[in-house]
């Protein structure tokens, strides 16, 4: 018996014409275009937008550009904030050594961008970030008329002081805490502003006038370290010391290991005069 032949199956490519259950247009695919139109349907390709170039360039004239401004003025603050320092250093030196020729007080340098200052039992650690930032609009001097006269200065490059036991380094103990001092934003017109603990005692924090200068970099490393210096040891309670780990031990952490007090961080700066 000869076998029927089987009739072709049809596909209906009748569009939605408002008859419920009707078949639908297939839905184009792709993502949106670049000025926010609809895709194209596939095998319909479109030219390319004319100024996608210029899109580019006026993004990399008005952000990179001011990026890599940001970045060399904050390269140059560090450099200056170093050489404060080590100044600072000497002049600290000179005065302690006939006192107590005991007490230490050190600089360290050990990369482009970061460097200590040892005195006593405290450690301060001065680190430069290599990318450049921007905040919330509430944030800071973001909401200040100086920052929105120009899209630039929302941008800031950063370097922040962090104060650890100086016996934390020394002896490697990697689970001894460090306690962010302060933290300096530079701009793209070289000024800066200062945000920080409320052991910083920081003035008045207007950035429109606040250019660097070395007086003022010297007054962020004294107030650094006399936070610091101010910021005492405090023993743990017995309770927390009666157990001691084989890892700890081995690890060469000690049982009545101190710590820092902490600071209170002063998380909002009065700003209200210079809105």
Known sequence: MARKKKEPVLIDTQTDDGTP?????????GSTNTDNAAPNAAGEPADAPADRLDQIFEGLKQKSSAKQSIYRNTMSTFDLLRKVTQELVVELSRKITPVDSTVIIEYRPINDMEFHIRFSGDLLVFVMHSNIVTFPEDYGPMPTKYVEADFRRRFFGHIMAY????????????????????????????????????QLELPDNDMSDNVVTAEGMKLFVESAMIA????DLIAPP?????KISVKQKLENQQVSRPSKVGFSFSHEQQLHHIL
Do not use: C, W
């Not at 610091?228 to 910021?231: D, E, K, R």
């Not at 017995?238 to 009666?242: A, F, S, V």
């Open 21 to 29: 259950g009707a078949p639908q247009a297939p839905a184009t695919t």
């Open 163 to 198: 104060n650890f036991m100086a016996d934390s380094i020394k002896y490697q103990r990697m689970n001894d805490p460090g306690y962010l001092v302060g933290r300096l934003l530079i701009n793209i017109d070289n000024h800066y502003f200062l945000e920080g603990v409320q």
């Open 228 to 231: 610091a210096v101010n910021n």
């Open 238 to 242: 017995l309770d927390d010391i009666q």
